[in-house]
């Protein structure tokens, strides 16, 4: 049981987060109901829209709500900002890992910015949906969500009617999922977010302007790609990575966890091999292969850069820490609503994300908080 104590200290903790972000509301009346809204994200609530949110408010009806999500009158980009460096300062750490992700929003009709029938690895389908586009930070104190975006299909950025409906800036043009990710690790890094790796998917993996622009930078990475990606082999030659992994020999293939799991710790078969072509930085590349213990034809591939030396169970450390990702979209969902929103403009949109993971954050650092007291932390959650 969690004492009256320890509550009342989350609580003024809460209170000093909260404080860090007023300065980024220019009227009392909007920073009140941020305030409330963050609040009403940590409580006890089946479910958080914009009645929900505002009964716990203590309002009559969800305008005021409403309202505080489309005010003009705080800045969206510098409480995301805020919560960056809150999660930074609290659980950063030179040996982090900065992972890119999308996560689907199922939604109704036509109206919500950037909605449309598009494939949603969250749904497992496609469907008419929204599309967000992350930057979580994973070290050994814990994982946050960092940045987000919005993602907007050609269909809505080549239809400057309908992006004004919803409230989406003319300047705002279409983006691919992986130019986002470059957005925003521009930002970790002006920002001087302390990291040693950058991971993602393969939708990300496979994409060479990104990989690309993260060797130019200096950036290592792990990132999935497909079975076809072919890498150089040899000095004019090319090989698809699976035929490549397929010429490892038996005893070359190591068994290791790659962290632990719901379920323990999560153990696979892995291989690498160098990618035969000069590298900036005096750097090397890798694939990296991992294949399941209980049924060896399943295998995922990865491409890798990073310094010389790196050794295979780096590699295995930084591609298991893509799944923090989804443990923050997990948090993030179930704990503050991230996903529960009802609104249909670009900037409310924003401003729901904003806040959610501005609640999310402060449940991830008060838990990193009591584990470094040794305290359990079971009991935190909202």
Not at 71 to 90: F, K
Request: charged share 25%; aromatic share 10%; net charge positive.
């Amino acid at each position: 049981m969690v004492s009256v104590g320890l509550v009342a200290s989350w609580d003024d903790e809460l209170g000093d987060l909260l404080a860090r972000i007023a300065g980024r509301f220019t009227r009392v009346e909007p920073r009140k109901r941020g305030f409330a809204y963050v609040r009403g994200l940590l409580a006890p609530l089946e479910r958080r829209n914009g009645w929900t949110l505002a009964e716990q408010a203590g309002d009559g009806s969800p305008d005021g709500v409403q309202a505080l999500l489309c005010s003009p009158c705080w800045d969206r980009d510098a409480v995301r900002d805020d919560v960056r460096d809150y999660v930074v300062e609290h659980i950063g750490d030179p040996d982090g890992v900065l992972i890119a992700d999308e996560t689907g929003f199922a939604k109704k009709g036509n109206r919500s910015a950037g909605v449309q029938r598009q494939y949603s690895g969250t749904l497992g389908r496609t469907d008419n949906c929204q599309i967000g586009v992350f930057l979580a930070y994973a070290t050994g104190k814990g994982r946050a969500l960092i940045d987000r975006e919005l993602y907007l299909p050609v269909s809505w950025t080549g239809d400057r009617d309908r992006c004004r409906r919803a409230a989406i800036p003319d300047e705002v043009a279409f983006a691919t999922k992986p130019q986002q990710a470059r957005m925003m690790l521009e930002r970790a890094i002006a920002a001087g977010v302390p990291f040693a790796w950058f991971t993602a998917d393969e939708l990300y993996g496979q994409n060479p302007g990104l990989r690309g622009w993260l060797e130019e930078q200096d950036i290592s990475y792990v990132m999935a790609t497909r079975c076809d990606d072919e890498v150089a082999s040899g000095l004019h030659t090319t090989t698809r990575v699976d035929a490549l992994i397929g010429k490892v020999p038996g005893g070359a293939w190591r068994r290791t966890s790659c962290g632990d799991g719901a379920h323990g710790p999560r153990v696979y078969d892995w291989a690498w091999l160098p990618i035969r072509r000069p590298f900036l930085h005096g750097r090397r590349g890798w694939v990296l292969a991992r294949r399941s213990v209980s049924d060896p034809t399943e295998i995922a591939y990865y491409v890798c850069f990073g310094k010389r030396g790196t050794r295979l169970r780096e590699l295995v450390r930084v591609a298991g820490s893509r799944w923090a990702v989804e443990e923050s979209f997990q948090t993030a969902k179930n704990e503050v609503g991230l996903d529960q929103y009802q609104v249909r403009r670009y900037d409310a949109w924003y401003a729901h994300i904003t806040l959610a993971m501005l609640a999310a954050a402060f449940l991830v650092v008060t838990r990193a908080g009591e584990a470094a007291k040794g305290a359990p932390t079971t009991a935190i959650t909202r």
